[in-house]
């Protein structure tokens, strides 16, 4: 789902769309509170980041939807016992992305996304089956 919402909205993006700011804003953001270590508003910024790349499609209806899938997300993370490891490598790809877009090279910034949320989603699925391994 993830994976069709952003880097769908990427494809169809341009530089000057307010939401590459916003991307921006998320990025500097993150790398402040990862100074800080404080890792649950590396995840807040984190999720900001992603919900500016969804809105990068201006569509009401998929932002909407994004937020859904975001709330699922966040339970799911509360759950993971150390989110220094679940959000500490993704500030610079979200780095990386945002430099992208900011170049006007938004295939690439589409296909570093892919590259990011299946990492993403391999390393959720291991965390998540550390966690049920534990409650059995």
């Known amino acids: 789902m993830r994976r069709m919402l ?17 991307m921006r804003q998320a990025v500097e953001e993150a ?14 910024a984190n999720m900001a980041f992603h919900a500016a790349v969804v809105a990068l499609a201006d569509s009401e209806r998929l932002s ?26 993704f500030v610079d790809m979200n780095d990386e992305i945002v430099s992208l877009c900011e170049e ?20 959720l699925l291991k965390a998540f089956g550390k966690i049920s391994g534990k409650a059995r």
Request: charged share 35%.
């Open 6 to 22: 952003e880097c769908g909205a990427l494809r169809k993006a341009w530089r000057l769309h307010e939401s590459v700011k916003a």
């Open 31 to 44: 790398k402040l509170k990862r100074e800080q270590e404080l890792w649950v508003d590396v995840g807040s």
């Open 64 to 89: 909407e939807l994004y937020e859904r899938v975001s709330a699922e997300l966040r339970l799911g993370f509360a759950l993971i016992e150390d989110p220094r490891l679940l959000h500490s490598p």
């Open 104 to 123: 006007d090279r938004f295939a690439e910034a589409s296909e570093k996304m892919e590259d990011y949320l299946l990492i993403s989603e391999n390393g």
